[in-house]
T-cell receptor, first 115, second 113 residues
Framework: KNQVEQSPQSLIILEGKNCTLQ??????????LRWYKQDTGRGPVSLTI???SENTKSNGRYTATLDADTKQSSLHITASQLSDSASYIC??????????????WGAGTKLIIKP | SAVISQKPSRDICQRGTSLTIQCQVD?????MFWYRQQPGQSLTLIAT?????????ESGFVIDKFPISRPNLTFSTLTVSNMSPEDSSIYLC??????????FGNGTRLTVT
């Protein structure tokens, strides 16, 4: 069964600290994996995309990793800021061709940054 | 990147009534989609809005309950018909062009009483 599991479900950290969010998937065939950030009351916004051949990709203070062998991805946030408070959603694209693909969504990790 | 305007942003409706949600994209896009998001759960795709033809619905969603229009490449509507409290949720419009990531509106928070 095609699934995307995220952990933890929620996380509270102090401003300035680092954190790592996890995403495990059982999707096949794998096309790519995206991390989205969803602020309260807003739609999700793409942070980064990981393809099969990529292990690590950074976007500012966000660093995503992908281990295609173990089917795991992580999103590391460095020096957290209050504006990082949001839900972070992992999405795996299944399929090989643009015209016939399916997105499998995780339930998200709710991150709260405390001052 | 596409900017998506969705309205209303929220509404409180009575059981048995219908609500139409509008989605306007600031540029022409190939694909438009409607999602439902319930607290603590994954986004669920309701349907793909096809320009000039009937929408493609996912399992568990039917046209009579969620009629969708897409008259052109920048606009779509989703109607939630004959509402019940179980329809209370956030409804999100999204769009993409080619291999771009999905862009989302800010959602419509619907409460059915």
């Amino acid at each position: 069964k095609n699934q995307v599991e995220q952990s933890p479900q929620s996380l509270i950290i102090l401003e300035g600290k680092n954190c790592t969010l996890q995403c495990n998937y059982t999707v096949s065939p794998f096309s790519n994996l995206r991390w989205y950030k969803q602020d309260t009351g807003r739609g999700p916004v793409s942070l980064t995309i990981m393809t099969f051949s990529e292990n690590t990709k950074s976007n500012g203070r966000y660093t995503a990793t992908l281990d295609a062998d173990t089917k795991q991805s992580s999103l590391h946030i460095t020096a957290s800021q209050l504006s990082d408070s949001a839900s972070y959603i992992c999405v795996v694209r299944k399929g090989e061709r643009d015209s016939n693909y399916q997105l499998i969504w995780g339930a998200g990790t709710k991150l709260i940054i405390k001052p | 990147s596409a900017v998506i305007s969705q309205k209303p942003s929220r509404d409180i409706c009575q059981r048995g009534t219908s609500l139409t949600i509008q989605c306007q994209v600031d540029s022409q896009v190939t694909m438009m989609f409607w999602y439902r998001q319930q607290p603590g759960q994954s986004l669920t795709l309701i349907a793909t809005a096809n320009q000039g033809s009937e929408a493609t619905y996912e399992s568990g969603f039917v046209i009579d309950k969620f009629p969708i229009s897409r008259p052109n490449l920048t606009f779509s509507t989703l109607t939630v018909s004959n509402m019940s409290p179980e329809d209370s949720s956030i409804y999100l419009c999204s769009a993409r062009d080619g291999n771009s990531p999905l862009h989302f509106g800010n959602g419509t928070r619907l409460t059915v009483t």
